[in-house]
């Protein structure tokens, strides 16, 4: 697989791994019946990353790894719980997903 593909097939991965990630806390807090504050508390950090996600920045995305520390953390806790919920993995395992995709393509884009 040449560069170009291996670029290309990463940001599709960090794209759809970071809109899934979305969905996945939103409906997580939801199911927690958590108020509005929750929300935003919890959403803005990532929020903050989708102009540099849509152009692909590698900077954005360097700075994205640092941010998913905490969501990692958090999805830990909650799969270590006694009676981990289905969105609790889906969490813990986007998270990776994206972590990864996104540290990829960074180092990618850097070599190329």
């Keep these: 697989m040449d560069t170009p ?3 290309a097939a990463s940001l599709l ?3 759809v791994s970071f ?3 979305l969905i996945v806390i939103s409906i997580n807090l939801w199911l927690q019946s958590q108020p509005s504050v929750i929300y ?3 959403l803005t950090p990532l929020i903050i990353f989708i102009p540099g996600i849509i152009t692909g920045t590698v900077r954005t995305l360097i700075w994205l ?3 998913l520390l905490v969501y990692f953390a958090s999805a830990v806790y909650g ?3 006694p009676q981990p919920q289905v969105f609790d993995i889906a969490e813990l395992l986007l998270t ?3 972590f990864c995709s996104s540290m990829y393509y960074a180092r990618i884009r850097q070599l190329s």
């Design 40 to 42: 935003f508390i919890v």
């Design 5 to 7: 593909k291996k670029i």
């Design 79 to 81: 799969v270590s719980k």
């Design 19 to 21: 809109v899934l990630l």
């Design 13 to 15: 991965i960090t794209r």
């Design 65 to 67: 790894g640092f941010v």
């Design 96 to 98: 990776v997903i994206l």
